[in-house]
């Protein structure tokens, strides 16, 4: 067995702030072999998103305990049988462990693959297997078969892409979520093309790593709206043509830079009244796509007759409709390129033992993107 230090969340919906609360414990784990099919990883550097934070505050319910965390990479150390990793690889780890077989898989969608999505909800990998073992023989559970906040973990081959050796590891994670889902909203959900106007609402690490890849579509017109300053400020930097201020102002304001609305909105708050806004700042013939979570049981209220009279598009989007093993090797080109420069990001480097504090800035929307490195 592997030892490993793991942050583990025990309950979910303390109150913030978490560096008193302390929801996430690190501790001492340890890691079965890997079975076949499947690989040990250890852990280079992993992603601190609103997906953790929504479990961690209760608005999406998991079993517990579990290893938190789905956004890293890191290096192949150990290949069960039946995979075509070796030692020493590195790899980006992706969400969804797609089987490649189920109907959905074969057309394409690999985001929405039945098994994968089965076995994150049920905290499994995608053999069914749990890994981790504790100090007193309990069996944490998976998160969405990565469990990324741990110095090791095991993983489902099916959640493994190999990537380029010499990109650094606090790079590399972010395309495992914020980048796969942001920059596959825009380029493929949304598929923004030279000339169109668009508009960001949430200017996180998913919103921003849209807005650089909207950018880099050829987008004329770059809104970027956002309650903090601070966040509006860097997306200028990074090529917004204008800023909005987030509120109830805020469609009028898109409106009035568009002429009547953006061709391209993208939502990634996953607040349900900002979705209806970024449906609203839409023009007629133009395509709302929200890639956002909101906590279940969460209803949208839209005018049905815009559906119709309007030609509105509205979409969901899954890890930005990507296809990982095609997708991560492309954005981490585009980024070597100059056109996707994700590394602007990166608002904070952690230690493990400051992952508390961490999601308290996450909550608090201090940072864009923070990542744990070991």
Do not use: W
């Not at 420069?341 to 033992?353: E, I």
């Amino acid at each position: 067995m592997t030892a490993s230090r793991s942050a583990v969340l025990v309950e979910s919906g303390r109150s913030a702030p978490y560096a008193a609360s302390r929801p996430l414990e690190v501790t001492s784990l340890r890691l079965d072999p890997p079975g076949p099919g499947e690989l040990l990883i250890k852990v280079g550097a992993a992603g601190l998103c609103h997906s953790d934070l929504s479990v961690i505050n209760g608005s999406r319910l998991r079993p517990l305990p579990m290893a938190l965390g789905h956004e890293a990479a890191g290096e192949v150390v150990e290949a069960g049988d039946g995979t075509e990793f070796r030692a020493g690889d590195h790899v980006v780890l992706a969400f969804v462990p797609a089987c490649g077989h189920c109907e959905r898989c074969v057309g394409g969608r690999p985001a929405l693959c039945g098994p994968g999505a089965q076995a994150n909800g049920a905290g499994t990998l995608l053999g069914g297997g749990r890994r981790f073992v504790g100090e007193d023989g309990t069996r944490p559970y998976h998160h969405l078969g990565v469990s990324a906040f741990s110095e090791y973990t095991v993983v489902s081959a099916r959640s493994a892409v190999k990537v380029d050796p010499e990109l650094p590891y606090e790079i590399a994670a972010l395309f495992g979520c914020a980048v796969l889902t942001g920059a596959g909203a825009a380029l493929y959900s949304a598929a923004i093309t030279p000339g169109d106007s668009v508009a960001v609402f949430g200017l996180g690490g998913v919103g921003l790593a849209a807005l650089l890849a909207a950018k880099a579509a050829g987008a004329s017109t770059l809104i970027a709206i956002d309650v903090v300053e601070g966040k509006r400020e860097l997306a200028a930097r990074l090529g917004a043509t204008h800023t909005v201020e987030g509120g109830a102002d805020a469609v009028e304001r898109v409106r009035e830079i568009t002429g009547g609305g953006a061709e391209k909105v993208i939502d990634t708050t996953g607040v349900v009244p900002v979705l209806e806004q970024s449906y609203a700042a839409t023009r007629a013939g133009g395509t709302t796509v929200t890639v956002g979570l909101p906590a279940p049981g969460k209803e949208l209220t839209l005018p049905a007759l815009s559906l119709v009279a309007e030609e509105k598009t509205l979409k969901g989007s899954y890890l930005g409709s990507s296809v990982p093993r095609r997708d991560i090797p492309r954005f981490i080109d585009m980024y070597k390129s100059g056109s996707l420069p994700v590394d602007a990001l990166l608002s904070h480097r952690l230690t493990l033992d400051e992952i508390n504090e961490g999601f308290d800035r996450l909550h608090s929307a201090e940072a864009v993107r923070q990542v744990i490195t070991f």
